[in-house]
């Protein structure tokens, strides 16, 4: 649905989008994630036809963007990073508008304005200026706009930036509901929120691509190693629970595969660790099997992935903050200079 080759933005000094590759399936969200300035809104102008690349294609739904500009906006609803506002209109008037220049059929138009209206929960401004609404009520009616003509494709831009708690779990509801039959592109800083909406996240950073990927797939090749939580319990209720917890260190760290186990809890009867295996080594099996023929009850056993954040984290890490969390500075209160 949407193809993007060597795409390239270079402003007079410096180059914002550089040779980025990546393709969007249908009904697809995708999560496209960067730090600050690192090209995000700007490959997104370039996706929309509000920006031409510099070198490069992207295709929307077959149409290239310089060729077939208009093919292309017919398809596509977009949600800028700053809605462009008429302060005067309202809230009414605009979608009226937005909807005329985008083509909606006349007859169906108020019907599907007040359908819009209700699904971004906007209807209790339908006669307010826009000029005069809140930031995350202007947000709101900016995504109206972007799914008024019931586009194939969304590129969203920070589509939560300004809602409040109620709305951001409302949008990202919605933004779900419209799946399977659209293909989204979001943008966003909230990490979480891509892990819940997203299944497959693009990641740049400085204008280069560093990840396409799914979340799952992401976590398990930065990893290369499986980490596993276990909570155990004795046979014997009366058990001291600082012995047993030794003995459990002692049959874990004895599995094939295992390189790590460290104790993380030991309270009403349970004892819990953590074990990190060697290198591309499935260790679960094993785990359980050791556990289970000690005698001991096994509560729980699952594996625990790496986060988004994490993830994000060490992609978009510059060499000098690597340098820094391996080696961190300490700050000694009280030294004189
Ligand atoms: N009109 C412009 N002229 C010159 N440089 C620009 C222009 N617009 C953006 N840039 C530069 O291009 C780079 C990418 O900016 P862009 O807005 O695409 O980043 P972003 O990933 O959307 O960041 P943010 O998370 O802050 O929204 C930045 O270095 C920015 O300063
Ligand atoms: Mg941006």
């Not at 699904?119 to 609404?133: F, Q, Y």
Request: aromatic share 4%; glycine share 8%.
């Amino acid at each position: 649905m949407i193809k993007v080759e060597g795409l390239t933005k270079r402003y007079a000094r410096n180059v914002a989008v550089d040779h980025i590759s990546f393709e969007v399936q249908k009904g697809q969200i995708v999560g496209f994630l960067g730090p600050n300035g690192a090209g995000k809104t700007t490959t997104m102008r370039m996706l929309t036809c509000f920006m031409p690349p510099t070198d490069g294609t992207a295709e929307v739904a077959g149409y290239d963007v310089i060729e077939k500009p208009m093919e292309v906006k017919k398809r596509i609803g977009y949600l800028p990073e700053s809605p462009p506002v008429y302060p005067e209109m309202e809230v009414v008037e605009y979608l009226d508008f937005v909807g005329r220049i985008k083509g909606v059929e006349k007859s169906g138009l108020a019907k599907r304005i007040d359908d819009v209206m209700e699904t971004c929960a906007i209807g209790d401004v339908r006669n307010k200026e826009i000029g005069k609404l809140s930031k995350g009520y202007r947000q709101r009616v900016g995504l109206a706009q972007a799914i008024l003509h019931n586009p194939d494709v969304l590129i969203l831009d920070e589509p939560t930036a300004g809602l409040d708690p109620h709305q951001i779990i409302e949008t990202r509801d919605l933004i779900k509901s419209l799946a399977g039959n659209h293909t989204i592109i979001l943008s966003t800083h909230i990490l979480p929120e891509v892990e819940q909406t997203c299944e497959h996240v693009i990641i740049i950073a400085k204008g280069r691509l560093v990840a396409t990927d799914t979340v799952a797939n992401l976590t398990s090749r930065l990893r290369g190693s499986e980490t596993v939580a276990v909570q155990v319990t004795p046979s014997n209720a009366n058990a001291d629970l600082g012995q047993f917890s030794q003995s459990v260190q002692r049959k874990l760290e004895q599995v094939s595969g295992v390189s790590r186990v460290m104790h993380k809890d030991s309270r009403d009867g349970k004892v819990e660790f953590t074990v990190e295996s060697l290198q591309g080594r499935h260790i679960r099996p094993e785990l359980a099997r050791a556990i289970v023929e000690s005698g001991w009850n096994l509560n729980e056993l699952h594996a625990v992935g790496l986060s988004l954040e994490e993830i994000f984290l060490q992609l978009t890490a510059t060499p000098k903050e690597i340098e820094a969390a391996a080696a961190p500075e300490v700050a000694v209160v009280g030294e004189q200079s």
